[in-house]
């Protein structure tokens, strides 16, 4: 018999374990796809599109994982909301910069939606972490990987010639 706890301990599971691992195997081959394109080496495509699909994916699922507080942690509603809004616009971002590596059509209106919203995001976010430091506890990882993404969602579209 299962007890009622097992989909939250799957969600745990999930952000905790599985997801992190997922999330560096597909930075390695989003990474080595890179370089094979740099290399000329066959193979690039596959291993960008495999590894940067795969990492928005994680990205997208991080939005609907449970966020863990410790008990005197009080954040704000508007924190646990930019959690997933920062998420899914870094996906909709990696997925546009996967668009603009392989010349896709509607790469620039995929990194402009993600982008925007992500720059969005993020300053409303350290709004948030200024005026209470619990939102800090619930906006570290996000606004870490949120920037990141802003820089080279900027610089594809800067590349498109969009901006």
Known sequence: ?????????????????????????????????????????????????????????CYFLLAFTSVQLPPTCKPSLYSLILYKVIYIASAITLIGIVFAFLNLPGASQLLLSGTLTLGIALVASAALVFSNKDNWVVLKNPLLRGIVLFVLGIYFLRSLSVI
């Open 1 to 57: 018999m299962e007890s009622e706890n097992s989909p939250s301990q799957f969600g745990t599971l999930l952000r905790t374990k599985i997801l992190p691992r997922v999330q560096i195997l597909a930075l390695v081959v989003g990474v080595v796809g890179i370089l094979f394109k740099i290399f000329h080496y066959a193979g690039a495509v596959e291993f960008f599109l495999i590894g940067f699909s795969t990492l928005a994916a």
